[in-house]
């Protein structure tokens, strides 16, 4: 079918209401992908790669405050239901599961978390106290309720990425986590939900994240502080994005590379813009003909290679 002629995917707002779409598929190759709402590329992309895989694709659709601190921007994250059901549509999804918080907690917040551990305290964590928690346990609750054989994350939150990655192998959850390369807007912007927020001069502003991500990529050849040194050399430019971190770290351990390092490497870096927190990253390979790669080759137990 065309995109324009793919049927509509079926909504379900209730556990009982996902249990009988989900029951209603034909074949038991069910993928997920996880979103908060506010469809991009970068989501479409995910269930591109998804359905080009498996007989099915469910997209779950959930603000999980679970993951929003006090201060964060849970009420004003943008709600755009219809446009997203289109894309799902265009896309081919069969089943969408946008449920509210009372039908994820029905018990109000849950008293067992599953705990992210040090490797959810350092870069988004360090900001963000418990965001991982949060993530992970709503991570694990949809993975239950869609019984998905695979599951579909962006390399846009690697950190998460990362975690969910080893949520998965830790407490041997029966998933196959693929990731998805970062999909950008044509001057690099990396596409998110919140560059909703984005003023015309915050846009221009944020472009130094992935610019400075660029930079560092291309001095991959020369070893660890010269990847660093290129990188802030285009941020220090932008006085008005406030960096929070940037970092050149081990893809698994997220511990900062030493200068003798040679390998895979995730360069990675936070920003505010105006009153937006953004985040960017790439995948880099340090040292003699490298530079940056989309996604990881050699991550335990789970492929990325979409
Ligand atoms: P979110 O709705 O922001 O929670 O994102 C849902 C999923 O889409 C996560 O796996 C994200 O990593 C992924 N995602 C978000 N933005 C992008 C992007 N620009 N490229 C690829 N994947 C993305």
Redesign the pocket.
Known sequence: MSDQQSAAPVVAHTREEFKAAREALSSRDVAVV???GALHD??A??IQAARQRHDHVVVTIFLNPLQFGPKEDLSRYPRTFDADMEICRAAGVDVVFAPTPDVVYPDGDPGVRVAAGPLGEVLEGASRPGHFDGVLTVVGKLLHITAARSAY?????AQ?LLLIRRMVRDLDFPVDVVS?P??READGL????RNMYLTESDREVALCLSGALRAGADAAAFGPSAIRRAAREVLVEEPLALVSYLVLVHPHTLADVPEWYRGEALLAVAARVGTTRLIDNTPVLVGPGGGALDVFSDVPHARADV
């Not at 990396?190 to 939900?193: E, G, L, P």
């Open positions: 996880m979103t908060m970068g989501h992309r995910l994350f962006g390399q846009k939150d998460q998805v970062t999909v990396a596409m998110s939900s």
